[in-house]
């Protein structure tokens, strides 16, 4: 009993090091933001810095503190209809498209809550359950997804600003910058994918469970610059047979003609302002149905997530996925799946067999997302530190761009 005692004080002493690693960095990333460039919403879809910076506390003070800790006064309830997102057994809230309008609660206040929130989890931590500990957990997991969009909706904000303003020194997509296309030959056969039971995962990634992949290569890197140059000069972006029926419907009428941020003349805009754009980096800020029109242009096509998980997991042997077959043998991948830009895979996000929610109000996590969005493989230079891993499915809707996103092409294999 003492032994078990031990064991969830210096777990939750380790999780208390991490939830404020977590919390200041989230902090820092708002420090070179005035409270107006905190406000605004650049469009519906992306939200204001303070917005991130006050939901985020919500969700401890919400799903830990009000409901899991005696004698906790919210810092102020009038907010949680404020910096409720999208959980509908909280009620009714704020609407989505105009999170830009809130000029009040100030930055210096929304800092106020976030204090007074990480007072109170330093007060509680000691004292929760391991399950209360699962969802500190959860709530870390859940700033961190939020440290990467307040980057990427900060970029979308800045790049509206005719002055191009720059935000930091955020290092652009660089990796394999001069690394010839090769192809890795994918295992064949009945492999697993999905998160083991015992390690921190969101509920859409369980459970493990095993898939048939066909014959299949994938690309040692991922798509260019360069290259995604050559699809336009070839006209890409002006045949439709390249294109899925909704993804030329888009095109024509958003009237798209190269990636997010791209500029005329051979510039990007960037975390760091306007940037010479780097040929031999890979391409990032294009939708599903760019990845899409792009991979078949290529004579290729986008993978699916169970190839890039397994070909991940063979470029990291201690993730270990296993054949079924006795004696067949890993390819050996050029590894770097991470960082950089997300990958488009041709996968609907939808739940894998035996998925079930997570259990109370957390349930709304992902699951009721699971239509309309295709899923993203890897990580990007916004991701933070330790959040990545070879099952993670991020997901967005086919076209959304604003992210960090890319490819890397999958065909199948020749017989
Ligand atoms: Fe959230």
Partial sequence: MRAAIDHVRSASGALAERLFATRKLTLDLSAPLSDADATIQPFPDASPAKWHLA??????????????VRGYEPFDERWAY?????????????????????????????RAYRAHVDEALDRALPSLSPVLLELVELGINHEQQHQELFLTDILATFAENPLEPAYGDLAAPTCFATEPLSWHRGREGIVEIGAAAEQFAFDSERPRHRVFLSGHELAG???????????????????PALWLSDGWAWVRQEGVSAPLYWREDGTQF??????????????????????????????A?????????????????????QLDEPGAVAPRAGGGVFG??????????????????????????NGKFMVNQMVLRGSSCATPPGHERATYRNFFPPAARWQFSGLRLAKDAQC
């Fill in 221 to 239: 890197r991922r798509v260019t610059n360069m290259e995604w140059r050559e699809f336009i000069d070839d006209g890409g972006y002006r045949t």
């Fill in 340 to 365: 950089d830009v997300w990958e488009w895979t041709q996968s609907a996000f939808s739940p894998y067999p035996g998925f079930a929610p997570a259990e109370g109000a957390v349930g709304e996590y």
């Fill in 82 to 110: 404020l910096f409720n997102s999208y959980y509908e057994a909280e009620g009714p809230r704020h609407a989505r498209p105009r999170r830009g309008m809130l000029s009040r609660p100030s930055l210096d206040q929304v």
């Fill in 270 to 299: 960037t975390l760091g302002g306007r940037r010479e754009r780097d040929q031999a980096a890979p391409v990032a800020h294009v939708s599903y149905y760019e990845a899409d029109a792009f991979a078949r242009w290529a004579g």
């Fill in 55 to 68: 939901h985020t506390t919500w969700f401890f003070e919400t799903f830990v503190l009000r409901d899991h």
């Fill in 301 to 321: 096509r986008l993978p699916t997530e169970s190839e890039w998980e397994d070909f991940a997991a063979s470029a990291d042997p201690m993730i270990g996925n």
